[in-house]
């Protein structure tokens, strides 16, 4: 078993159990340290100055984007436009690439279970460009069946998104067949790695796809930071997201032309102490390596969702099969409203999500109105999750229930 708690300092003394990691996992010490490094040693404006300080903290925030670059095992570091977060980078794809390529007749595939951020930028797209939002439909178990994968895509589609792990399911979705799908129409794929990178050693290259987002404050970076991976030649040829300063290569009072990518996609001044600690984050788990973390996870998802699958009031959405679910347990109890299922687990210093997971077309499909959820990650030991199944067991007992 791993044992990282102790380069948590939030899990530091604290009989806190942190379960919602899918949400936002907690950061290591070395994250929070290299943070304060740039802000004491280096911070000035990145990109501009023509001082040791500004330039020092230009190159830790480009070795950043080298790192994030190699983690996703892109061709290029200029492949990699930093963002605030997920919803950034599926809004960045919407306003540029979809608002200026889709046309009416076109259509856009999403999937059923998609997070608010991969479905909402994709309606206004359509809305705009008057093109059609498809759905594609999984089912109760979160698998997408082949036949319906091949039929939901058509000579129309252009455009397929997909998250790589949903964050309701936790299952790894078939995101390599539909990006060979999309591109046997000649449509774009977008994947949406926000609950996958933190688990899955992500390979653009080899998962095909055209674009690829994800956050950092999902994998112990920090919030504010966020990257967008995207083909060269897309995003040679994409028009700028937001414009002002040091996004531009020539003004006039008129009229601009663009700098070079990535520069072209981040307007005003950057995040750059973000993206050192998203940097630190990244070396962290793969010094803890993806693989260890992933079996560690694993291990600790079992033994919850055996002690789940006994309770008879307690219902579980998605597989059977712990290995199915990166760590994320969504369930149901009888009789009992989620937000008091997580008003229950707080008053045992327990915290879960309680909600629609930002994925109400989801639930709507699913037929149940709300469900909890409990995620697991890498500092999350036996002890976390003996105390979230002892919470489980009495719960509906402390709800008044006779049993
Ligand atoms: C699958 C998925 N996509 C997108 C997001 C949005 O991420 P952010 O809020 O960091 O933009 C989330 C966050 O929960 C998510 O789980």
Redesign the pocket.
């Known amino acids: 078993m791993l044992d990282l708690r102790k380069d948590f300092p939030i899990l530091r003394g604290t009989d806190v159990v942190y379960l919602d990691s899918?949400?936002t996992a907690q950061r290591p010490a070395c994250v929070m340290e290299a943070e304060r490094a740039f802000n004491d040693e280096r911070n000035a404006n990145p990109l501009r100055g023509l001082y040791a300080w500004s330039m020092e903290a230009t190159e830790a925030y480009e070795r950043a984007r080298q790192t994030v670059a190699d983690f996703v095992h892109a061709r290029q570091p200029e492949e990699i436009v930093f963002t605030r977060?997920?919803?950034?980078g599926l809004n960045l794809i919407a306003y540029t690439w979809a608002c200026t390529n889709l046309r009416p007749g076109d259509e856009v595939l999403v999937t059923v279970m998609e997070?608010h951020?991969?479905l909402l930028p994709w309606q206004m797209a359509c809305e705009r460009t008057g093109a059609t939002l498809r759905f594609l439909e999984c089912d109760q178990r979160g698998v997408f069946p082949e036949e319906a994968m091949r039929a939901a895509v058509t000579e129309r589609t252009k455009l397929v998104c997909m998250?790589h792990v949903?964050?309701v399911f936790g299952r790894v979705n078939p995101v390599e067949k539909m990006a060979e799908l999309a591109h046997s129409v000649g449509a774009l794929m977008v994947c949406?790695a926000?609950?996958s990178a933190p688990h899955i050693a992500l390979d653009v290259q080899k998962l095909g796809v055209d674009f690829l987002v994800f956050?950092g404050?999902?994998l112990c970076g920090p919030m504010g930071i966020?990257a967008l991976w995207a083909r060269m030649e897309l995003l040679e040829d994409m028009p700028p997201f937001l414009r002002g300063g040091e996004m531009i290569e020539y003004v006039t009072r008129d009229s601009a032309t663009w700098a070079e990518v990535p520069h072209k996609f981040e307007a005003g001044t950057v995040n750059a102490s973000g993206a050192v600690g998203l940097e630190a984050a990244i070396r962290y788990l793969q010094t803890a390596g993806l693989e260890t973390i992933e079996s560690h996870v694993n291990a600790l998802t079992e033994r919850a969702l055996k002690g789940m699958q006994a309770l008879p009031h307690v219902h579980v959405i998605g597989s059977e099969n712990a290995v199915e679910h990166s760590g994320i347990l969504t369930f149901t109890v009888d009789g009992v409203h989620p937000h008091d299922i997580a008003a229950i687990f707080d008053s045992d210093r327990i915290c879960i999500r309680a909600g629609h997971h930002?994925a109400q077309p989801l639930m709507k499909h699913l037929g149940v109105g709300s469900t909890a959820r409990a995620s697991i990650y890498l500092y999350n030991n036996e002890q976390d999750v003996d105390r979230f199944l002892e919470s489980l067991a009495t719960l509906r007992s402390r709800m008044g229930y006779g049993e």
């Open positions: 899918a949400a977060n997920t919803t950034e997070h951020s991969n998250g949903s964050n949406d926000a609950q956050s404050h999902k966020g930002c």
